[in-house]
């Protein structure tokens, strides 16, 4: 601790000693940071940096917004509580304090499970303990950062490649992710069009349409779903074209609904505007849990029913994939 500090106790720090060691836990977050500029601008700093020394340097926790708002607006002191913490405090407090504001995305939790267990050596137990979690929420979270291969996990870490690309990327084995990367940076896929690549890779029956997935991305998904419109899909009957198309309206929606509310949307809504939509906002919530339950029991039947078909076709699930995996 740094002499004459007492621990707990904010005070002014410069903004050129504050380390980031821990920042790789957090997933890089541009509008947040924007919006947090304007905010500090504005109000200034409301509430203190959290971190804790490491060699004499006051290693931040919680605050990397305000840290790098700080540095675009040219400020050169910022306000820093430190705490008394070794390496496996100093990870449960930044899953925790993050936890009091927004929640840490879940792969933001998963890279500090993921360094709690592989880089510190607990069991997932204690992880579990430490974090006051179940052990199976530690477990998942570990497969997540694992089930990724190590290209799209930097460029996660480094905000090159979207969450919601990385959700459609886990769905493929680590050894085919790579080439998947690949072809999303050539074609300049979105987040969208990666999804749907991904479910043609894991339908396709050989190699020769995988490459042709992988060398075409677009006229590949062009003819599976005719230009400006949904699938109509030969293997599929009316009434199965008909839920496609209704899966691909919402899911395109939804994804649009939770980049909304994981950037600056939110912050656009007037006193008013959040007075008049709560009851609509209620009713999503409620429908969604409600779509998402029956949903859930709808692939308990399929995968039952799966597991006792027998001469399934081959597909990418032999060379090492569930496809019931998910995040």
Same mark, same amino acid.
């Given at each position: 601790?740094?002499?004459?500090?007492?621990?707990?106790?904010?005070?002014?720090?410069?903004?050129?000693?504050?380390?980031?060691?821990?920042?790789?836990?957090?997933?890089?977050?541009?509008?947040?940071?924007?919006?947090?500029?304007?905010?500090?601008?504005?109000?200034?700093?409301?509430?203190?940096?959290?971190?804790?020394?490491?060699?004499?340097?006051?290693?931040?926790?919680?605050?990397?917004?305000? =840290? $790098? #708002?700080? !540095?675009?607006? *040219? +400020? %050169?002191?910022?306000?820093?509580?430190?705490?008394?913490?070794?390496? /496996? @405090? &100093?990870?449960?407090?930044?899953?925790?304090?993050?936890?009091?504001?927004?929640?840490?995305?879940?792969?933001?939790?998963?890279?500090?499970?993921?360094?709690?267990?592989?880089?510190?050596?607990?069991?997932?137990?204690?992880?579990?303990?430490?974090?006051?979690?179940?052990?199976?929420?530690?477990?998942?979270?570990?497969?997540?950062?694992?089930?990724?291969?190590?290209?799209?996990?930097?460029?996660?870490?480094?905000?090159?490649?979207?969450?919601?690309?990385?959700?459609?990327?886990?769905?493929?084995?680590?050894?085919?992710?790579?080439?998947? =990367? $690949? #072809?999303? !940076?050539?074609? *300049? +896929? %979105?987040?969208?069009?990666?999804?749907?690549?991904?479910?043609?890779? /894991? @339908? &396709?029956?050989?190699?020769?349409?995988?490459?042709?997935?992988?060398?075409?991305?677009?006229?590949?998904?062009?003819?599976?779903?005719?230009?400006?419109?949904?699938?109509?899909?030969?293997?599929?009957?009316?009434?199965?074209?008909?839920?496609?198309?209704?899966?691909?309206?919402?899911?395109?929606?939804?994804?649009?609904?939770?980049?909304?509310?994981?950037?600056?949307?939110?912050?656009?809504?007037?006193?008013?505007?959040?007075?008049?939509?709560?009851?609509?906002?209620?009713?999503?919530?409620?429908?969604?849990?409600?779509?998402?339950?029956?949903?859930?029991?709808?692939?308990?039947?399929?995968?039952?029913?799966?597991?006792?078909?027998?001469?399934?076709?081959?597909?990418? @699930?032999?060379?090492?994939?569930?496809?019931?995996?998910?995040?």
């Amino acid at each position: 601790m740094a002499e004459g500090y007492d621990a707990g106790a904010a005070r002014p720090w410069a903004v050129t000693q504050l380390g980031e060691r821990y920042r790789r836990y957090r997933l890089p977050d541009p509008p947040a940071e924007a919006a947090m500029a304007q905010s500090l601008r504005r109000y200034g700093q409301l509430a203190p940096l959290v971190a804790c020394l490491r060699e004499e340097t006051p290693e931040v926790l919680d605050g990397f917004k305000r =840290l $790098a #708002a700080a !540095r675009v607006l *040219g +400020l %050169t002191v910022l306000s820093v509580r430190l705490l008394d913490a070794d390496e /496996r @405090a &100093a990870k449960a407090a930044l899953y925790g304090l993050n936890c009091a504001g927004r929640r840490p995305r879940d792969w933001e939790e998963a890279w500090i499970v993921y360094a709690l267990v592989r880089e510190d050596g607990l069991p997932q137990l204690e992880v579990a303990d430490l974090l006051g979690r179940h052990k199976s929420w530690v477990c998942r979270r570990l497969a997540l950062i694992e089930k990724l291969a190590d290209e799209a996990r930097e460029d996660l870490r480094l905000g090159l490649l979207s969450v919601t690309a990385a959700r459609s990327l886990v769905r493929l084995p680590a050894g085919n992710q790579p080439e998947v =990367l $690949a #072809a999303m !940076r050539r074609a *300049g +896929l %979105t987040a969208t069009e990666l999804d749907g690549v991904v479910e043609l890779l /894991r @339908a &396709a029956p050989g190699r020769v349409q995988e490459e042709f997935i992988l060398t075409q991305p677009r006229q590949a998904l062009r003819q599976a779903r005719h230009e400006g419109g949904w699938p109509q899909d030969p293997r599929l009957s009316r009434a199965g074209n008909r839920l496609a198309r209704r899966l691909g309206q919402l899911l395109e929606g939804l994804t649009r609904m939770e980049t909304w509310l994981r950037t600056t949307g939110r912050a656009e809504l007037s006193s008013a505007d959040r007075g008049l939509l709560e009851a609509t906002l209620a009713r999503l919530a409620q429908a969604a849990q409600g779509v998402a339950l029956l949903t859930e029991d709808l692939l308990g039947e399929l995968r039952h029913e799966r597991a006792h078909a027998s001469g399934d076709r081959p597909s990418l @699930a032999c060379r090492g994939l569930d496809p019931a995996d998910g995040p």
